[in-house]
């Protein structure tokens, strides 16, 4: 059973046009979200993370959105580049240990077109 | 710079014979996590090391064993790789005592099984 769901597995938009990245859970009990950027051949890297006691964080171009009633997040990414081509994953987590392994999606390829 | 590094980055291996997977890390931390990815779908952790606690999921083979001679190394260790253990093996690193610590994730090593 998948506990982080990211439904769209490809998205495509254009350079300087707004990308949004959802993502759902259904365990209440993680009260810590990450997102990881990762390209070809390479690692995942953090790229932003939330908190369940806040509902926004903001990154510069990076907006993470949380909705904990609906169980949902999102990023925004504003203005979208083609540097930000990569496949992103939503990630959970339970506790504010650092022994808590993270639960991922499966990822969305995003492409920014120029 | 401080970093997670996976040996080798392609691994073939035959049918029932051993192989080893390695990971370094410079970033002195002491949690480390060994994570499976098959094409398409999200990073499964299969057990990370509290310091020097093991930490197995349950749904991982017991196929799949790990040693951990000292903070800066771990390893994974496939005893009789099957056809469907062919993956991207990511190794990740966390320190705990931070309120939302982050994972840094090394390249991954992809396996191939003939």
């Known amino acids: 059973d998948q506990q982080v769901k990211q439904n769209s597995p490809s998205l495509s938009v254009q350079e300087g046009r707004i990308s949004i990245l959802n993502c759902d859970y259904t365990?209440?009990?993680?009260?810590?979200f990450l997102w990881y950027k990762k390209y070809p051949a390479e690692g995942p890297t953090f790229l932003i993370s939330i908190s369940s006691i806040k509902d926004k964080n903001e990154d510069g171009r990076f907006t993470v959105f949380l909705n904990k009633s609906a169980k949902h997040l999102s990023l925004h990414i504003v203005p979208s580049q083609p540097g930000d081509s990569a496949v992103y994953f939503c990630?959970?987590?339970?506790?504010?240990?650092?022994?808590?392994?993270?639960?991922f999606g499966s990822g969305t390829r995003l492409q920014v077109q120029p | 710079d401080a970093m997670v590094i996976q040996n080798p980055r392609y691994q073939v291996t035959q049918f029932g014979k051993p192989v080893t997977l390695s990971c370094s890390q410079t970033?002195?931390?002491?949690?480390m996590y060994w994570y499976q990815q098959k094409s398409s779908q999200a990073p499964k952790l299969l057990f990370h090391?509290?310091?020097?606690?093991?930490?197995n999921e349950a749904d991982t083979p017991d196929n799949f064993q790990s040693r951990r001679p000292n903070t800066s190394f771990c390893f994974l260790d496939i005893r009789s790789p099957g056809l469907g253990d062919a993956a991207m093996y990511l190794c990740?690193?966390?320190?705990?005592?931070?309120?939302?610590?982050?994972?840094?994730f090394g390249p991954g090593t992809r396996l191939t099984v003939l």
């Open positions: 365990n209440s009990m993680f009260d810590y």
């Open positions: 990740a690193t966390s320190r705990t005592g931070l309120v939302l610590d982050e994972q840094f």
């Open positions: 090391y509290y310091d020097k606690d093991f930490n």
């Open positions: 990630a959970a987590k339970r506790g504010d240990t650092g022994r808590r392994a993270l639960t």
């Open positions: 970033l002195n931390h002491n949690v």
